[in-house]
């Protein structure tokens, strides 16, 4: 079964530290990529997202992702965090299977923690 | 503004009432979703619809119903709850069901405890 792996489930990061969340999918066929953040006490949205072209994505608040198709990876970064991105972090996976091609594989989460 | 909306956002039941968790979207989507966030799981897909009056289950739809009689709204229906479902529970929406660009809208989620 297609699944996705967040192998960092809790990072605690100072202020102005770098931040690199991994994100595993097990599907080995063309997929779309997604990561979602979830702050404290809100809904999902989205940070960015991977459907072709360049593999280095750049999301919203200085968030990017590089696409790595040999690694089934799809790493979240950036460069220095703030107190402000204390959110909880989900990769998701689109893959084409089944009866619908819209169905999002979530991974576990990662709680991130940043301290200022 | 675009936006899918739930209610309630909390609810406390006990065991055994029946409860509706609505929800509603006004950007004219055709594929409709509901999900389930449990601490460690992650979000798993409950119930999905790819239009009116289609529907289909996700990874986790045991316990669950759900009907889609308008393209706006895909209320999501638990018939006996019980204290496994209590969870957060976020409906989303996208233009269609489509491997295309497509990015799924998700509303504010609602949480539930079933006593």
């Known amino acids: 079964a297609q699944s996705v792996s967040q192998h960092n489930h809790h990072v605690i990061l100072s202020e102005a530290a770098s931040l690199e969340l991994g994100c595993n999918y097990s599907?080995?066929?063309?997929?779309?990529l997604f990561w979602y953040v979830q702050y404290p006490g809100q809904h999902l949205q989205l940070l960015l997202k991977?459907?072709?072209?360049?593999?280095l994505v750049k999301g919203i608040k200085g968030f990017e992702a590089e696409f790595i198709k040999s690694k089934f990876s799809f790493n979240l970064r950036k460069p220095s965090v703030q107190w402000s991105d204390t959110a909880e972090y989900f990769c998701?996976?689109?893959?084409?299977?089944?009866?619908?091609?819209?169905?999002?594989?979530f991974g576990t989460g990662t709680l991130l923690a940043v301290q200022p | 503004e675009a936006q899918v909306t739930q209610n309630p956002r909390y609810l406390i039941t006990v065991t055994g009432k029946k409860l509706t968790v609505t929800c509603s979207q006004n950007?004219?989507?055709?594929?409709m979703s509901w999900y389930r966030q449990d601490p460690g799981l992650g979000l798993r897909q409950i119930y999905y619809?790819?239009?009116?009056?289609?529907?289909d289950k996700g990874d986790v739809p045991e316990g669950y119903k759900v009907s889609r009689k308008e393209k706006r709204n895909f209320p999501l229906i638990l018939e006996s709850p019980s204290p496994n479902q209590t969870s957060l529970y976020f409906c989303?929406?996208?233009?269609?069901?489509?491997?295309?660009?497509?990015?799924?809208?998700f509303g504010p989620g609602t949480r539930l405890t079933v006593l």
């Open positions: 991977y459907f072709s072209g360049d593999p």
């Open positions: 599907y080995g066929g063309t997929v779309n």
């Open positions: 619809s790819m239009n009116v009056e289609v529907t």
């Open positions: 998701a996976v689109q893959a084409p299977y089944g009866g619908a091609t819209n169905k999002l594989i």
């Open positions: 950007m004219n989507h055709e594929y």
């Open positions: 989303a929406s996208s233009l269609r069901d489509s491997f295309s660009y497509n990015e799924q809208f």
